[in-house]
């Protein structure tokens, strides 16, 4: 009996995916899905590498500080960082003092505890990067976890920045309809190729470094995909480090487990 | 189960034969996971998924426990209280990942589990209520990892509350209050997410004693074996202490190196992207796609597209998705066949493969856009998924002729010329 309605249940189902999938597979043939401009004409990130990469990838504090100051002189104009402490910084090889000096660049806006009133003082190390007041339309997003929040992280980020151009001629020969709508920027790296952040590096020597790396736009770009990765991931070294230490315990220990489970089941033939 | 030859224990220290006149809870453990459970002596490693099942259980409460002292559920601090976690809170980071990962690892365990029990008929009598409540367990599961998902508040979560949350609203007549009433509003919002935060905290420890149920049931008939005959003299058996501890022991660390990767260098593989950006309820992300375990049964609930009879599409869905795991609780009863295991089943067996393949193409449909040709593949694929269980199953419990079963336990180890031998020494 059970088995009878069993397979009446199951025959339902299969009816109306049999349905589903004729109703589908009909309109897959009448109407095909016309190409979209996206699925022509986006480009997945170009692969980057970074002194971070791999799980022995170290970060190399020189470039993050470089990455920092383009942060600093060009992104923060419209990009917050607010889940980062000026503290953090001295994992980029700032000194204590250094650390103590940018905090006091920033201007922060908290409350008075003698008065309880709102008001702006310097920054201290303990503050988080202050919000950023945006003039424009639209939210830039805030970048403490951009690497991480986004397919292709790093490599993503930087293939965003240095992927602006003019649409190409085919895309509008294909796509007459596609044409980039003002006050948008056309990039073949984005998922809907037209965002509405300009080009923000785009000139050599937008920013001066003082290494005396060469400030290309491509170097540019990478410093700061860099430096992002370290925003999103400061407990990256610590975690890698630990891991491998306890997967080497893990190891050892697993060795010892298996060769006591060996010698426990000597005596029966079969295992 | 108390075979007559299982050891008993006799405390030989004072203090635990004193112990076990008052409290006899040494008693009880060294009866159900120490040298006085017999099991039969030729489980293979599939049958290893049990104990690491618990173990995944241990490492998500004791995990969860302290992630929950530095959590806030409140809709303006629940992203940033996380990573709090993540900057700020000692070993925070290992905490989290430790948790998110064991919420996979705990599926990755769970699913292998199921299946071996597919394959070796686990469900069959007399071990029924060992299936039924196993089945409950892992319906908790997935209410639990749906819950724990949202707590973090980035989109995913927010929109995968939204289109779960949603689903209920397709029952007819009350679909809508009903959604309301679970959500306490009319979209996922503050009152959701504390009493997500309030049921995940409770749900594994539902869980636990369900667990502790399971085990019971199980205790009561003693586990199958790859053969599948029942265990007939104390040759088909061995104590679990030292046996199956040393062998669950080994594989432990064998699952612990394999989850440990995971947590120390690709924490976030299994994630999705959108879970770092804020939950925005003004923006609904490109693809909105649950965790990877849910994707089989995501993709059968995609797989309706037209409306049947009289039944709109979109609880076409919802009911084949819950059936697709409701259908588990009657398996014992469509499933005929005597025999137990499906080394024995020529017929059974290759559609256990074919399913298993099928449950693997709807994973993939599942986390893929809802875009052709995924979703005709995700029809095909659920179809057989529905074929298998309500038709194949039965069908095949009733035509098929099953291969020569061992006379025992002892015959399918030694072969039978042990068997003889041991036959003769009895």
């Not at chain 2, 057989?384 to 099953?402: G, N």
Request: hydrophobic share 45%; net charge neutral.
């Amino acid at each position: 009996m059970i088995r009878i309605f069993s397979i009446l249940v199951g025959a339902f189902f299969s009816l109306a995916l049999l349905l589903a999938f004729g109703t589908g597979a009909y309109s897959f043939v009448t109407e095909p899905p016309a190409k979209t401009v996206e699925a022509t004409f986006y480009e997945h990130p170009e692969k980057l590498s970074l002194a971070s990469d791999g799980i022995f990838g170290k970060y190399d504090k020189q470039q993050l500080q470089r990455g920092f100051q383009v942060y600093k002189e060009v992104c923060a104009a419209c990009h917050s960082l607010k889940h980062v402490a000026f503290r953090d910084l001295s994992a980029l090889g700032y000194s204590e003092a250094e650390v103590k000096a940018i905090a006091a660049s920033y201007t922060i806006n908290a409350q008075d505890p003698l008065t309880g009133e709102f008001k702006d003082r310097p920054g201290m190390p303990s503050d988080k990067f202050p919000h950023v007041t945006y003039a424009g339309k639209g939210v830039p997003p805030d970048l403490s976890l951009i690497t991480k929040a986004r397919h292709g992280g790093a490599a993503y980020i930087h293939s965003l920045l240095t992927g602006y151009s003019e649409q190409p001629a085919e895309l509008i020969k294909a796509f007459p309809d596609a044409k980039t709508p003002d006050g948008l920027y056309y990039n073949r790296f984005f998922p809907n190729l037209n965002l509405s952040m300009p080009a923000p590096i785009t000139s050599e020597g937008q920013v001066t470094y003082s290494d005396g790396t060469k400030a290309t736009v491509d170097q540019m770009s990478k410093d700061v995909s860099a430096f992002l990765v370290w925003t999103a991931e400061p407990e990256l070294e610590k975690r890698r480090q630990t891991g491998l230490w306890w997967m080497g315990f893990l190891l050892f220990t697993t060795v010892l487990a298996y060769m006591a489970y060996r010698n426990v089941w000597a005596d029966k033939k079969g295992h | 189960m108390s075979f007559p030859w299982a050891n008993e224990y006799k405390p030989s220290h004072p203090l635990m034969q004193w112990m076990d006149e008052k409290l006899p809870l040494p008693r009880l453990v060294y009866n159900a996971v120490g040298g006085g459970y017999e099991v039969p002596r030729n489980l293979n490693y599939m049958y290893n998924f049990g104990f690491l099942a618990g173990l995944c259980l241990m490492i998500q409460i004791i995990t969860g426990v302290v992630l929950a002292m530095h959590y806030a559920p409140n809709t303006l601090v629940a992203f940033d209280s996380t990573e709090h976690i993540m900057r700020d809170v000692n070993w925070g980071w290992m905490l989290r990942y430790g948790h998110a990962n064991g919420a996979s690892a705990f599926f990755v365990v769970v699913y292998a589990h199921i299946f071996r029990g597919f394959y070796y008929g686990s469900y069959k009598a007399p071990r029924e209520m060992v299936w039924l409540l196993g089945v409950v367990i892992f319906l908790l599961m997935m209410a639990t990892a749906f819950m724990g998902y949202v707590l973090p508040w980035g989109q995913m979560s927010f929109w995968g509350a939204q289109v779960i949350t949603g689903l209920f609203s397709a029952i007819p007549l009350v679909g809508d209050p009903l959604r309301e009433w679970l959500l306490g509003g009319f979209a996922p919002d503050n009152a959701a997410l504390n009493r997500f935060f309030s049921l995940h905290f409770l749900l594994p420890f539902v869980i636990l004693g369900v667990v502790i149920l399971h085990i019971w049931a199980l205790h009561i008939n003693g586990s199958t074996n790859p053969t599948g005959v029942e265990v007939k003299s104390k040759s088909d058996t061995v104590p679990f202490h030292p046996y199956y501890t040393a062998k669950d022991g080994w594989t432990v660390g064998l699952f612990m190196l394999i989850y440990s990767a995971f947590v120390f260098f690709m924490p976030n593989a299994l994630g999705h992207p959108d879970n770092y950006i804020p939950a925005n309820p003004m923006q609904t992300p490109a693809h909105i796609v649950p965790e990877w375990y849910f994707w089989p049964f995501y993709a059968i609930l995609r797989a309706f597209t037209v409306d049947f009879l009289i039944v709109p599409a979109k609880l076409m869905g919802v009911l084949a998705m819950f059936s697709a795991i409701l259908v588990w609780f009657f398996l014992p009863w469509l499933d005929k066949s005597p025999v137990r295991s499906a080394k024995y089943r020529p017929l059974y067996r290759k559609f256990f493969w074919v399913l298993v393949l099928d449950v693997a193409i709807l994973a993939y449909c599942g986390g893929a856009p809802a875009e052709e040709p995924f979703v005709m593949i995700s029809q095909i694929a659920s179809l057989y998924y529905f074929l298998h269980f309500f038709v194949i199953v039965p069908i095949v419990s009733s035509i098929e002729r099953p291969d020569p079963l061992p006379f025992s336990i002892t015959e399918s180890v030694l072969g039978h010329d042990g068997q003889a031998a041991l036959g003769a020494k009895a």
